[in-house]
């Protein structure tokens, strides 16, 4: 068969023909960039913005018949996902912003219930002690040992109803509130003052005026007392402590440091003293099991 017009040339089959400018048409380079861009920009807003600039000039170009260019879908594909990504960095911002000011506002709240219960337990020792000749668990009415360990004087408290189980744990911890049974460490949060020697310590183990000795604080989670190995329920940075502490005269504060001037009955002051390692004979010496 031969064409009418030029009977040289061979006539193309019905349906096959495609047009020289079809032949000729080429995908956009920026369509595709800009979908690359899109797809990344919607988690990172800065490639967000070159999706939707190379989408829309994608797109203007295309429409350019003298192009010849493809990839319409992709342009507006690129130009829907980077005005996306416009759309969602405001509120990103505003979730990055909020996190650190929640996770403030909760650790603050923590810490706050949590100075709350070491005060708590403050006063259930001086309460407990008025009908212990004002000495508080462990002691006998004389100042004699009757339990030294830390356990055993929570137990006491604890099994005369001095308040509820679940006040001896941190909202910082998960621990199990205790039951019946021994008291263990997994049942509280907090040391107690070391009264084990005879000495100040033990003698301001009741009801004082005296605000320079604690009785009670937060414990300490790192593997030792030592300055460089101290770490805090309520901040996890080793080398850190931060915590509640309860004084003898029934006060409760947070403490920024675990470095404060104490001193205990007629015993020498000691300022900057770490309450989690014992430098003499009445400083402050906290300990969270044992005795």
Not at 216 to 237: E, K, P
Request: hydrophobic share 40%; net charge negative.
């Amino acid at each position: 068969m031969t064409d009418a017009h030029d009977p040289a040339r061979p006539a193309e089959p019905h349906g096959r023909a495609p047009s020289e400018a079809a032949l000729l048409k080429k995908t956009s380079g920026l369509a595709i960039a800009g979908l690359v861009f899109g797809i990344i920009g919607v988690c990172f807003m800065p490639l967000g913005i070159a999706a939707l600039v190379l989408g829309i000039v994608a797109l203007n170009q295309i429409a350019d018949p003298a192009r010849a260019l493809t990839g319409r879908g992709m342009a507006i594909a690129a130009t829907v996902l980077g005005g996306l990504s416009l759309a969602i960095a405001p509120l990103a911002l505003m979730i990055g912003i909020m996190l650190p000011a929640l996770g403030a506002a909760r650790r603050a709240a923590q810490q706050m219930k949590t100075t709350t219960q070491v005060r708590g337990v403050m006063q259930s020792l001086v309460t407990t002690g008025g009908q212990n000749g004002g000495y508080f668990v462990g002691l006998d009415r004389h100042g004699d040992p009757v339990d030294l360990t830390v356990e055993g004087r929570f137990f006491e408290l604890l099994d005369q109803n001095a308040f509820g189980a679940d006040y001896l744990i941190s909202p910082s911890e998960t621990k199990t509130p205790w039951v019946g049974g021994q008291v263990t460490t997994d049942n509280y949060s907090f040391s107690l003052l070391d009264i084990s020697d005879d000495g100040g310590r033990r003698e301001e183990w009741r009801q004082t005026i005296n605000t320079m000795a604690i009785t009670i604080s937060d414990r300490n989670t790192g593997l030792s007392g030592a300055a460089y190995d101290v770490q805090s329920i309520h901040t996890n940075t080793p080398g850190d402590w931060a915590g509640s502490i309860g004084r003898g005269d029934g006060s409760a504060y947070f403490e920024n440091s675990h470095e404060l001037d104490v001193r205990y009955g007629r015993g020498q002051a000691y300022p900057f003293d770490n309450i989690f390692e014992m430098a003499g004979d009445d400083d402050a010496m906290m300990i969270y099991s044992g005795e």
